[in-house]
C-alpha cells in the first residue's frame, strides 16, 4: 500500500544495545523528519533529510544516528539505548517543493529498560 | 527559538457545538502553520495549512485562521461530532525554515453523544 510505514510498532531493549527503526515512504518525498512524542514535552524534531544523503540535525539529536542511502528509506538507528530514550517515534515525509505539508507514520513505540 | 503554546489544554463540548481551539506561538516570522489531528495511539494526520500569505484555510467543517501580526492561530470546528474526539495539535515552523517543525502540546478534545 503506498503511504509511509514505520517498523517494529513496539520495541522493548535494554540500556546500552543498539536499536534501528525504520522508516519508509512510497510517494518519493524529498524531506523526510523523525520526531519523538513524550508527556510533558509533546513532538520534539530529532532529525531530518532533505534528499538522500543529506541529513541534519533538530532539536534533540544526541544518542541518534541516522542515514538516507535511498529516497524512501529513513533509519534511526538508537547507538547505546538509554532510558530517557523511551519514547514514541513518529517518521513524516514531505513533498515541501509542492506543499509543506507533512505526512506522519504511524509510530513506534520503544521501551528502554 | 519558537515556542507554541495551545489553550485549553483539554475541552469537553456537547454534540453540535461549534468551538474554538487556540495556537499561539512566540516567532512570527514563519511562512506557514500546521493544524493534525492525533486519535489515541495513532500517528498524527494533516487537517489544514495554512500559507503566510492566506488569512484562513477551510475543510469541511473546520476552519483555520492565521493572524501573524499578533502570533495566533485558530481551529474552528462547526456543528463537532463525536467522531471529532481526538488530541488537536498546531506547529509552526522554526528557524527560519518552512519544515522544522515546532509543536504545541495539545488540546484533548472530547465530544459527548
Known amino acids: 500500500d503506498a503511504g509511509i510505514t514505520q517498523s517494529p510498532r513496539y520495541k522493548i531493549t535494554e540500556t546500552g544495545r543498539q536499536v534501528t527503526l525504520m522508516c519508509h515512504q512510497t510517494w518519493s518525498h524529498s524531506y523526510m523528519f523523525w520526531y519523538r512524542q513524550d508527556l510533558g514535552h509533546g513532538l520534539r524534531l530529532i532529525y531530518y533529510s532533505a534528499a538522500a544523503d543529506i541529513t541534519d540535525k533538530g532539536e534533540v539529536p544526541d544518542g541518534y544516528v541516522v542515514s538516507r542511502s535511498k529516497t524512501e528509506n529513513f533509519p534511526l538507528t538508537l547507538e547505546s539505548a538509554t532510558r530517557s530514550q523511551t519514547s514514541v517515534y513518529f517518521c513524516?515525509?514531505?513533498?515541501?517543493?509542492?506543499?509543506?505539508?507533512?505526512?506522519f507514520g504511524p509510530g513506534t513505540r520503544l521501551t528502554v529498560l | 527559538k519558537q515556542e507554541v503554546t495551545q489553550i485549553p489544554a483539554a475541552l469537553s463540548v456537547p454534540e453540535g457545538e461549534n468551538l474554538v481551539l487556540n495556537c499561539s506561538f512566540t516567532d512570527s516570522a514563519i511562512y506557514n502553520l500546521q493544524w493534525f489531528r492525533q486519535d489515541p495511539g495513532k500517528g498524527l494526520t494533516s487537517l489544514l495549512l495554512?500559507?503566510?500569505?492566506?488569512r484562513e484555510q477551510t475543510s469541511g467543517r473546520l476552519n483555520a485562521s492565521l493572524d501573524k501580526s499578533s502570533g495566533r492561530s485558530t481551529l474552528y470546528i462547526a456543528a463537532s461530532q463525536p467522531g471529532d474526539s481526538a488530541t488537536y495539535l498546531c506547529a509552526a515552523p522554526s528557524g527560519g525554515s518552512n519544515y522544522k517543525l515546532t509543536f504545541g502540546k495539545g488540546t484533548l478534545l472530547t465530544v459527548n453523544p
Open positions: 495554512i500559507q503566510s500569505s492566506q
Open positions: 513524516a515525509s514531505s513533498p515541501l517543493r509542492d506543499s509543506p505539508q507533512q505526512f
